[in-house]
């Protein structure tokens, strides 16, 4: 996929090698040139502009497109300007990062659909690594329930799901197991990433380093994780 990261501060240029590192093209757009300097060679492409100059927004390959994504933080006032003009001139996906409630109503008022909070989001997850005991990634669906990526314990090693049981001895549920596997970026650096196995089956053995999805009550899963890493 071909993406456009606008605001190159932490989170937008995280995002930017996150999305290359795993294949996709980015063209990375920041008014600061030590930044952008600091990103050519990392990024498809990095375009040293102001987001807010109508004129300079045309130049962009708007129509060659799939997602914009408009990372500035703090200047609440560019970023709407950019969400403007990229509703003006620009058909395919809008994210627009909110750094505030007031800022998200602006941005919703605009007719945004996809609005994020990356600080919020984060903060959230990390509160719930740190509440449930060996966690390495959680998102909340409600007040109950939860996914949460855990590293499998070492005795359930060569064991099958079947074996584990545990829907029936914890209530909760196994989404998928991820596999660490290690390929080659567009750069042709090396980089890890976890590989999705799909729905495991109930003869499907735990190996080594796997990663578990699970889904269910925290405190279920903390139990769990609590119980077989001791």
Known sequence: MKFIVIGLGNFGSTLGLRLVEDGHEVI???????????LQDKLTHAICMDATDEMAIQRLPLTDTDVVIISIGEDIGASVTTTALMK?????KIISRAISPVHHTILEAMGIEDIIHPEAEFADQLAKRLIVNGALRALVLDNK??????????????????????REKYGISIVTILKKQERRNILGAKVEHNEVTGVPRPETVFQPNDILVLFGKAQDIQSFLKENTL
């Not at 990375?28 to 952008?36: P, Q």
């Open 28 to 38: 990375g757009v920041d008014e600061n040139l030590s930044i952008v300097n600091l």
């Open 88 to 92: 003006k001139y620009c058909n395919t």
């Open 145 to 166: 329930f939860e996914i949460i990526e855990a590293n499998l314990p070492a005795n359930l090693q060569g064991k099958t799901v079947a074996d584990a049981r545990l």
